[in-house]
């Protein structure tokens, strides 16, 4: 679940905030700072393989049986076995999680030249967990003639067989730092009364938390390993007062190591860790957007977005590891539409009316397909200050 939790986060974090430019470069000796506050609160739920939703510890609601608890706990399996009569299925884990985040993006730019823009993104990251791990009994259970069997908390047997493997105690959990930083330059290579085209390229660097492959209840704010990518965007402008815009991003996720724990098939809990070699699957994002401007300094904006990923693939040194469960369902696609509106006191300055050159954007991002990704909703306020 961990590295499934910290996929999704990642997609959540970098689709928000690297998508929704346009074409322009700065003027040269010119400086843009950018703040984006991006909030999802109350996260329970997430699409699964097969695009359907279903909760964030989906993979935790099992049924316990004879097999499965012989899988958790062998004094457990034979204390079902002995039972007089025995005891074939005690009942489902009931677990419940919600995840809320706060990121904070920062960007500063600055115009090289009249065509050439260089930038350097540095989010930081909050996040919150709350978990909740509750057991209901089958009547098989509650009816039972033997004691230990009626009054056994399995919740807490759970626990103890998952810090004996060590695994931290399961409990809510907050952080705050550093996301993946990005290092970039946008080339604007075309500009007519109609059209514009620019070439962003950049490289991402590892500098978030990575996951903590002990705690199953915290979140990493990065995945540990370096990117590179390149952004096309195209806009067009068929009338003075409305801009379409196209951008589509490709990003190579590089190969890495990282100390991992490897459960074995069925295996909820394990203790198996190694570091592994692995090449996570690249990223391909798009977006088609339509601004139309009101009174110069207004403006309406809608989008169509979009991601996919590749499947991610793991290898090790030590035999019996189950490196290619790693891998498992860890494609991923969304699709989600993006709305709001803006205001810019850019013309005021321009009239020398107004002192202060800034842009400021209040937007709403709603997920309405997806694969392996969160189904977040999430509202972000953007201020841009030219300088």
């Known amino acids: 679940m961990k590295i ?17 430019d346009n074409s322009l470069t700065l003027p040269a000796g010119r400086f843009r700072a950018r703040i984006k506050p991006i909030y999802s609160p109350k996260i329970t739920t997430q699409y699964n393989n097969e695009t359907l939703e279903e909760s964030l510890v989906s993979k935790f609601a099992v049924g316990v049986d004879i097999p499965t ?18 005891v074939n299925y005690l009942g489902q884990f009931k677990p419940d999680l919600q995840v809320s985040t706060l990121i904070l993006g920062t960007a500063l730019e600055y115009g090289v030249t009249e065509k050439l823009t260089a930038g350097l993104i540095v989010p930081v990251a909050m996040a919150a ?26 919740v807490h047997k759970v626990e103890a067989i998952a810090q004996s493997k060590g695994y931290t105690e399961f409990s809510d959990w907050a952080g705050i730092g550093l996301g993946d930083a990005e290092l970039g330059v946008k080339y604007h ?17 590892p500098t978030g938390r990575v996951d903590d492959p ?51 098939i069925g295996e909820l809990f394990t203790d198996k860790k190694d570091e592994l070699s692995r090449n996570l699957g690249d990223h391909i994002q798009a977006a088609l957007t339509a601004q139309y401007n009101l009174f110069k300094l207004f403006n309406l904006n809608l989008s169509y977005n979009f991601l996919t990923k590749g499947l991610d693939s793991f290898q090790s040194d030590k035999a019996g590891m189950n490196v290619s469960g790693l891998g498992l369902k860890t494609s991923q696609l969304k699709h989600s539409i ?31 397909l997806g694969k392996n990704v969160l189904k977040a909703t999430s509202f972000n306020l953007e201020y841009k200050f030219y300088f």
Do not use: H
């Open 338 to 368: 993006n709305f709001g509106t803006g205001f810019s006191t850019l013309p005021w300055f321009l009239d020398g009316k107004f002192k202060l050159p800034m842009d400021v954007g209040l937007n709403l991002e709603l997920p309405f």
């Open 214 to 264: 002990d705690n199953l209840t915290d979140i990493g704010f990065g995945d540990g390993q370096w990117d590179v990518g390149t952004t096309f965007l195209l806009d067009y402008k068929p009338l003075s007062d409305l801009l379409l815009n196209l951008e589509a991003r490709f990003t190579i996720q590089l190969p890495d190591k990282e100390k991992l724990r490897v459960p074995g």
């Open 4 to 20: 499934f939790l910290t996929l999704l986060l990642n997609v959540l974090f970098f689709s928000s905030l690297c998508l929704a």
């Open 189 to 205: 290579a075309l500009n007519t009364a109609q059209w514009s085209f620019a070439i962003k390229s950049g490289l991402r660097i």
């Open 129 to 154: 967990t709350k978990f909740k791990l509750d057991f209901e009994k089958s009547q098989e259970a509650l009816s039972s003639p033997n004691p230990q069997i009626r009054y056994i908390d399995v």
């Open 69 to 86: 608890a012989q899988a958790l706990s062998k004094e457990l399996a034979y204390l079902m076995q002995t039972s007089n009569p025995p």
